[in-house]
């Protein structure tokens, strides 16, 4: 079954950092393009960042953008989000999600709470 | 950026009944590159429709997606009780992906 469980969720003060971590199993990780994408309680789906198969090529959304690093290690089938300089409103979940050009696969969520 | 627009944003309607779901671009979503996603309380989003009309594995016949340019339609034909959720649709035209707002159906 191909799979990705999301994990490093949790809560944090304003200004602080925190890292997520996606598992990929059951599909050749190296052969896709991946996404993180968040969703804020009671709001709908944004585009958070994307990575490229091998790691060079990343996009970030404004919002996110020079706060947020993704990254990944293709021999340990895992996709990374380092979060820096977290604000309130980064408060989601969220997904790790395969890019099929669309996104097909999603993780399960992991939540991220910005509170003092 | 290209923005979605859904409408309406919530639809309530009975067992049986068809459903009709909008999604308008703010500009030509090229190669139809659109997709549909039905995301259930506490649950990840779950592909439906990719390429504005192909549906994904295993997704019921009764869905089926329409449109192209900047208009596009989910259509559930006969609603069923565990059609109840909340759909997005998203465009894939580059890799900095948008999605609409989202339409709640209600099921009576």
């Known amino acids: 079954e191909e799979q990705l469980v999301g994990s490093g969720g949790g809560l944090v003060q304003p200004g602080g950092s925190l890292r997520l971590s996606c598992a990929a199993s059951?599909?050749?990780?190296?052969?896709?393009?991946m996404n993180w994408v968040r969703q804020a309680p009671g709001k709908g789906l944004e585009w958070v960042s994307y990575?490229?198969?091998?790691?060079?090529?990343?996009y970030y959304a404004d919002s996110v953008k020079a706060r947020f690093t993704i990254s990944r290690d293709n021999a340990k089938n895992s996709l990374y989000l380092e979060m820096n300089s977290l604000r309130v409103e980064d408060t989601a979940v969220y997904y790790c999600?395969?890019?099929?050009?669309?996104?097909?696969?999603w993780g399960q969520g992991t939540s991220v709470t910005v509170s003092s | 950026e290209i923005v979605l627009t859904q409408s309406p944003g919530t639809l309530s309607l009975s067992p049986g009944e068809r459903a009709t779901l909008s999604c308008r671009a703010s500009?030509?979503?090229?190669?139809?590159?659109l997709a549909w996603y039905q995301q259930k309380p506490g649950q990840a989003p779950s592909l439906l429709i990719f390429?504005?009309?192909s549906r994904a594995t295993g997704i019921p016949d009764r869905f089926s997606g329409s449109g192209s340019g900047t208009d596009f339609t989910l259509t559930i034909s006969r609603l069923e009780p565990e059609d109840s959720a909340v759909y997005y649709c998203?465009?894939?035209?580059?890799?900095?992906?948008?999605f609409g707002q989202g339409t709640r159906v209600e099921i009576k």
């Open positions: 999600v395969r890019d099929r050009a669309y996104p097909d696969v």
């Open positions: 059951g599909f050749n990780f190296s052969r896709f393009e």
């Open positions: 990575v490229s198969r091998g790691g060079d090529t990343k």
């Open positions: 500009q030509t979503v090229s190669n139809n590159h």
């Open positions: 390429a504005a009309s």
């Open positions: 998203q465009q894939y035209v580059r890799s900095r992906w948008t």
